[in-house]
Each structure stands twice: as structure tokens, then as C-alpha cells.
């Protein structure tokens, strides 16, 4: 199953979204994105358990 985010999902203002096959492989991609782009979110245990109930799967 493929596993898929989005910015909107966290409601935030932005177009950004990412799929990959593994959970860890898309919180690298999310990762990358949150440094770059959203660097008022802090990456703490709380922001990631946050972001990883928004990953929708696909098949």
C-alpha cells in the first residue's frame, strides 16, 4: 500500500504533498519539507505523532 500526506491535511496553506511505500520513507520527504518550507514547525515527538496520524494509505 502506498502511503500519502499533504499539507493540506494538516491544514496548513500550502500545495505540498508526498506519497512513498513505506511510513519512514515519507516522513523523510516530510522531513525535508517542514525544514525548508515550514520552519516554525518544530520536529518533536509530539509535531511527528501529529503528522503520522495524517497519512492516508492507498492501494
Known amino acids: 500500500m502506498t502511503k500519502s500526506i ?6 496548513k496553506d500550502c500545495g505540498w504533498s ?6 519512514e520513507e515519507l516522513m523523510a ?6 525544514l525548508e518550507e515550514h520552519k516554525e514547525i518544530e ?3 509530539e509535531s511527528i505523532s ?3 496520524s495524517l497519512i492516508k ?3
Open 50 to 52: 501529529s503528522i503520522k
Open 18 to 23: 508526498a506519497s512513498a511505500d513505506t511510513e
Open 29 to 34: 520527504k516530510v522531513t525535508e519539507h517542514v
Open 43 to 45: 520536529l518533536n515527538a
Open 57 to 59: 494509505e492507498t492501494s
Open 6 to 11: 499533504s499539507c493540506s491535511d494538516a491544514g
